[in-house]
C-alpha cells in the first residue's frame, strides 16, 4: 500500500514517505541534541521546547507517519494601490491552481483517505511533530546549506504536513535515514553572499537568527535599526538565500501574480484586517499569501505600512 501512495502523489507532482511511529523517539532524541547544543538562541531553544509535539492519536493505534510535501511557487508578485500610484513586492505564495480552488495539502487529505478509508485504515493529522526534521529523516528531503530543506522535483517551494494512520509498516523497512545535507553545499556559498544580513555564516551551520530578515519579518515589534530598509523586498520572509539558490534553478520561475489590492483593501490590511472578516475575494487573496499565518497588525500591517513609506522603490 506505501508504494500505492508513494506512486499516487508522484502523479500528482507531489511526494510522500512513511516511516514507522517507532522512529519518532529517535526523532526526539534529535531535538534533545539540539536543544543542548550551546549554538542555540532563545529563539530557537522556544522552537525545539513550546512548539512541537509527539501525542499519538488517542481514536487508533498509529503505526506509520505518513509525510506529504506538496508543491507552491517560488513566490508571487504582489501591488498595492496607495495614495494614487501602485507599489510593488513580492511575497511568499500557496498554490491554488489545482483546479479545484483548493490548495494542494488540502487535497492530499482527500487523497490519503480515498486510497485508505476504503481499506479501513484511519488518518489523523500529526501536524505538531517536527516536519522539517522528519522530512529529511525519511528521505523525502535534504538539507541546504541555508538550513532550508530541498524536494525532489519541487526544490525549496513546497508545503509539509504528516499524518498518523494505522496502516501497517512495509515489512522490507522503512525510509529512515541519517541527516543529510546536499553534497553541492560544500563547495557552493551562494546562499552565504545573497543573506542580506549575514545570518548564514560560513563558520557554522545553523542559521543566526539574531540576524535573520525572516525572523525579524515575521515577528511583531520594531525592525532593529540596523537593518537597513533597502533589503525588504518581501511581504514577509525574504527569499534571498531560495532565489540565489541553484537547487532552485529550476523553480525560481514559477511565479504567480500580479496579485492586485486596490487602495480600500491596502488601507485594511494597514489597520490589521484578519482574512476571516473579509470577504470571500479579498479573503482568497490573502489566503493564497499566506497572511493568515501571521499576526495581522503586528505583522502584516507594520510590513506593509512600511513597505509604502519606503517610497518609490520597485522590487519588481
Excluded at 501512495?5 to 502523479?11: D, G, I, P
Excluded at 540596523?226 to 532565489?243: E, F, G, K, M, N
Excluded at 470577504?279 to 499566506?290: F, G, H, I, N, Q
Aim: net charge negative.
Amino acid at each position: 500500500m506505501i508504494r500505492v501512495l508513494e506512486e499516487r502523489f508522484r502523479r500528482e507532482g507531489c511526494r510522500l514517505r512513511a516511516v514507522s511511529v517507532e522512529r519518532l523517539e529517535a526523532l526526539r532524541e534529535d531535538l534533545n541534541r539540539l536543544a543542548s547544543s550551546d549554538e542555540l538562541n532563545g529563539f530557537q531553544q522556544y522552537i525545539l521546547s513550546g512548539i512541537y509535539q509527539f501525542d499519538l492519536p488517542s481514536a487508533f493505534e498509529a503505526r506509520q507517519v505518513l509525510v506529504v510535501a506538496t508543491p507552491t511557487p517560488a513566490c508571487a508578485k504582489v501591488e498595492f494601490e496607495w495614495e494614487g500610484k501602485k507599489r510593488r513586492v513580492f511575497c511568499i505564495c500557496r498554490s491554488d491552481e489545482t483546479g479545484t480552488g483548493e490548495p494542494p495539502n488540502i487535497l492530499a487529505v482527500r487523497w490519503l483517505e480515498d486510497l485508505l478509508s476504503p481499506a479501513g485504515y484511519q488518518l489523523e493529522s500529526a501536524g505538531r511533530l517536527p516536519l522539517k526534521r522528519l522530512a529529511v529523516r525519511s528521505g523525502l528531503s535534504v538539507y541546504g546549506r541555508n538550513n532550508i530543506t530541498y524536494v525532489e522535483g519541487m526544490g525549496s517551494y513546497y508545503t509539509l504536513s504528516a499524518f498518523y494512520t494505522d496502516l501497517p509498516p512495509d515489512p522490507a523497512g522503512d525510509n529512515w535515514r541519517e541527516v543529510s545535507v546536499h553534497e553541492l553545499c560544500a563547495s557552493c556559498g551562494a546562499c552565504v553572499a545573497a543573506c542580506p544580513t549575514g545570518a548564514i555564516r560560513p563558520d557554522r551551520f545553523l542559521i543566526d537568527t539574531d540576524r535573520c530578515l525572516t525572523f525579524f519579518n515575521e515577528s511583531p515589534g520594531e525592525w532593529p535599526a540596523w537593518i537597513p530598509q533597502s533589503v525588504h523586498r518581501c511581504l514577509v520572509d525574504c527569499l534571498a538565500c531560495q532565489t540565489d539558490c541553484p537547487l532552485n534553478a529550476e523553480h525560481r520561475n514559477q511565479v504567480v501574480g500580479p496579485i492586485y489590492f486596490d487602495a480600500d483593501e491596502t488601507r485594511r490590511l494597514i489597520e490589521g484586517l484578519r482574512p476571516e472578516d473579509a470577504e470571500p475575494d479579498l479573503s482568497r487573496r490573502m489566503r493564497l499569501l499566506m497572511l493568515d499565518d501571521f499576526p495581522p497588525g503586528p505583522v502584516v500591517g507594520r510590513n506593509l505600512r512600511l513597505f509604502l513609506e519606503h517610497g518609490e522603490q520597485a522590487y519588481w
